[in-house]
């Protein structure tokens, strides 16, 4: 059994070694796939279901399960954290963007299309949100996931194009694109054990949709478009970073902790599947499609590597890093915040 159960080749942890990988090498192989073998991916049945076809239903299945991660039932410091992120990450980047939209058109600026920089800039990585701040903040930072949670997928993205009238978005295809969350988190705060059961959703679907996206990427549109891509990521990481850096050093007040923001400056991996949605919805984008998808990429990549880096040198900066006292304050008030939340539900009794 021991020997059966061995890692002959770990291409799990080998793609989890690569910022974003479980969702960038299949987007890639994908792709190569879709530009040199496309007949083999048309050959029908669940084969063709399953590589190429299969990303929207996959996508909503991911959009369902990250519902029921989140719970009503939050403090009023994780909420103001929440909103703060929420603010400053990806409400404030995405206004500007539809503000430059409005005056330069769709095509946007330099090769980045207005849909590419928008996409990239108006969510988060919150798995990398999640490891920074389980490091190096407490229950509040932790707890402020939920703005990945909001942010992550194309509901944002939908909105802003709609709203400033730079696509044709109908209300319905908005509210179609919300339903599967909102579903849920109603599912997963009626009967908690759903959560558990679809914590492994992301693992399990992120490289087939990935792979079944990048089969509708050329190669030749990513060797133009991958670059600005990176310098898309460059730009993404220190400034989102930045703005949420002062939501938390001006509106929370976290002190010599407000580096910790920058690590909200990054680009979520779901955000690749963006671009193909919204053309999908409107098909004045479907010319901007393919390279958006792989500037959005390479975003994804640059901003995974750049924003813990920020973060950490700033936070070494003013000392974060080095002040265990305030790591013990923190842990002690996360227990005391435990401790008064165990004997509220003690007092309480059972609920039937």
């Known amino acids: 059994m021991a020997a059966e159960s061995r890692v002959r080749v770990p291409l799990f942890d080998g793609m989890n070694r690569v910022p974003g990988g479980l969702m960038l090498i299949p987007l890639i192989l994908g792709s190569i796939f879709g530009t040199f073998f496309q007949p083999a991916l048309e050959i029908g049945s669940f084969t063709t279901a399953l590589f190429q076809n299969s990303a929207l239903p996959l996508i909503a299945l991911l959009i369902f399960a990250t519902g029921t991660q989140v719970s009503v039932r939050n403090t009023g410091p994780v909420l103001a954290h929440t909103g703060v992120i ?10 500007l963007v539809i503000g430059l939209g409005l ?36 229950s509040r930072d932790r707890g402020a ?28 295809a908005l509210l179609a694109a919300v339903i599967p969350f909102v579903l849920g988190m109603i599912v997963g705060n009626l009967d908690p054990k759903w959560k558990s059961i679809l914590v492994p959703v992301p693992n399990i679907v992120i490289p087939f949709f990935a792979f079944a996206l ?22 993404v990481a220190p400034f989102t970073g930045f703005l949420v850096y ?18 909200a400056g990054t680009t979520a991996g779901n955000a690749i599947a ?61 227990m005391a915040t435990a401790d008064e939340s165990e004997q509220a539900t003690e007092a309480d009794g059972p609920r039937l």
Do not use: C
């Open 274 to 334: 963006t671009p193909a949605i919204v053309g999908q919805i409107d098909s004045t984008f479907a010319p901007y499609v393919e390279v958006a998808t792989a500037q959005v990429a390479a975003s994804v990549l640059i901003t995974a590597i750049l924003a813990p880096l920020i973060a950490a040198f700033v936070l070494k900066r003013h000392g974060a890093l080095n002040s265990p006292d305030d790591e013990v304050v923190a842990e002690a008030r996360d």
């Open 246 to 263: 002062l939501g938390y050093k001006y509106i929370l007040r976290r002190g010599i902790k407000s580096g910790l923001g920058f690590a």
């Open 214 to 235: 990048g089969t509708g990427i050329n190669l030749g549109n990513v060797v133009t478009g991958g670059a600005q891509g990176i310098v898309v990521g460059l730009i």
């Open 86 to 95: 929420l603010l400053t990450k990806s409400l404030i980047p995405a206004a």
């Open 103 to 138: 005056i330069v058109g769709l095509d946007g600026i330099l090769g980045v299309s207005i849909l590419a920089l928008l996409v990239a800039i108006d969510n988060s990585n919150g798995g990398l949100w999640l490891a920074f701040t389980g490091k190096y903040g407490d």
């Open 145 to 172: 996931y939920m703005a990945s949670a909001v942010n992550d997928g194309p509901f944002l993205s939908l909105l802003f194009l709609g709203v400033s009238g730079l696509a044709a978005i109908p209300a319905l």
